[in-house]
Each structure stands twice: as C-alpha cells, then as structure tokens.
C-alpha cells in the first residue's frame, strides 16, 4: 500500500539553528499538506501545495518557515532560526486533489528545539 | 478560534464494550465531518466520515452520528478492541474557495481500551 514519506522521524535541534523536514507523498497525489501539530492538539495546517503551486500558506509563519516543492512531487519544509516553540510533529499529508479528497498522512518528524 | 472541540480528553473501556467519543462543533458551514485515528509515532488516519446534510453513517465497527441541531457528532466503536487504543481526532472539512477544502481539527480524545 503507498504511503507517505518523512524523513528524518526525529530532529533535536539547537534554537537559532536551521531545520528542514522532507515530505515525499504518494505518488500522482497533485495536492501537499504541512501540518503542525502541538503535544495534545490536532494537526494545523501550515501550507498547502497543488502541484507547485502554494494555495494556502495563510498559517504559515513567513518570517521563519518556507516551504518548496519545486517539481510538483516531494517538498521540503524549513525553519530558519528554530525557536523553542516550534517543537512539534510536522506532519505531511497527500490528496489525489484539493476537490475534497481523502488525504493520507505521514508518520510525522518529531522536531525538539534545545 | 477553534470550532470544533471535544468534551472529554480522555475515555478508558473494557475490551469488547462499546466506547462513544462526543465532539462539539461551532460552525455550521462544514460540509463533511471526519474522524481520524492517531496511535503512537504516526500521522492520523481516516476511520469515517459523514455529510453535513446526513444524520448517521456506519462503517465496519463504527457509526458517527450528527446533531446539527445541538452541534454534536459523536463516533461509537462497537465491541472495542486494544488495537482501538489510540487518539481519536473529530474534524471539519469546509469549502475554502474554488475546489478546494480545508481541514480543523479538534482537540483530541485518548482512548484506552483495557484487557
């Protein structure tokens, strides 16, 4: 059964330093999620892509985080400095389309900010 | 803030009772409802959902119900098995322009099933 992909699973960071999680989602999915979610909460969505293109980056905090997906297919998500509230699950998720399809997630990069 | 929201964290059930997990919602504008099963060290996965314009749904072991009228749905897992045991995640997927649907997610609420 496909799946996605997330790499590294875990990441313990020191804050100020630079972080990048790697999503590669289930192939011909056109639609890319980044979720971030808090110990305790449900998933928030940070960013989502159609193809390369950003359709919501609304949650996003655009003065630490960008995230790419060059080629329509696998996406990077980067935080630049890391703070100490940014630990978390980064969670991806995938969808045939934005049109209300299911969406499949990742297990996930546990992110530790020191 | 959020609209969607559970009334329990945490819910502990004997296996093979039935265990009933409530979540409350704000906004009635949702056009699906769905709810996801997240264990241990992985991302949430799909169990069921239901159409806001719908009052029941059954799957295999499961039946999400909705009160729009008191803005209740609820997910009953029937003779609940330790694999059940997990965090149990209530979401709204409403139109956000276009084609395209955007997830809330709740809270959360910790299922134990004990042996």
């Known amino acids: 059964e496909a799946e996605v992909a997330q790499s590294p699973r875990y990441k313990i960071t020191e804050k100020s330093q630079a972080v990048a999680f790697w999503c590669d989602p289930i192939?011909?999915?056109?639609?890319l999620y980044w979720y971030r979610q808090i110990l305790g909460q449900g998933p928030e969505l940070l960013v989502q892509f159609q193809d390369e293109s950003v359709v919501d980056d609304s949650q996003l905090p655009k003065d630490r985080f960008s995230a790419e997906r060059l080629k329509g297919v696998d996406s990077t998500l980067k935080i630049q400095p890391a703070e100490l509230g940014d630990s978390a699950m980064y969670l991806c998720a995938s969808s045939l389309s934005s049109g209300g399809y299911e969406q499949y997630f990742g297990p996930g990069t546990r992110l530790t900010v020191t | 803030g959020e609209s969607v929201g559970l009334h329990l964290p945490t819910l502990s059930v004997q296996e093979g009772d039935n265990s009933i997990i409530n979540c409350a919602y704000s906004n009635s504008a949702s056009d699906y409802f769905i709810w996801y099963k997240q264990e241990s060290g992985k991302g949430p996965q799909f169990i069921i959902d239901i159409r806001s314009n719908m009052d029941k749904r059954q799957g295999q072991r499961v039946t999400v119900l909705l009160n729009k009228t008191v803005k209740h749905l609820s997910l009953q897992i029937a003779a609940t098995q330790p694999g059940d045991s997990a965090v149990y995640f209530c979401?709204?997927?409403?139109?956000?322009?276009?084609?395209?649907?955007?997830?809330?997610f709740g809270k959360g609420t910790l299922l134990t099933v004990n042996p």
């Open positions: 979401a709204e997927k409403k139109n956000s322009g276009g084609s395209n649907y955007k997830l809330t």
């Open positions: 192939s011909g999915h056109a639609t």
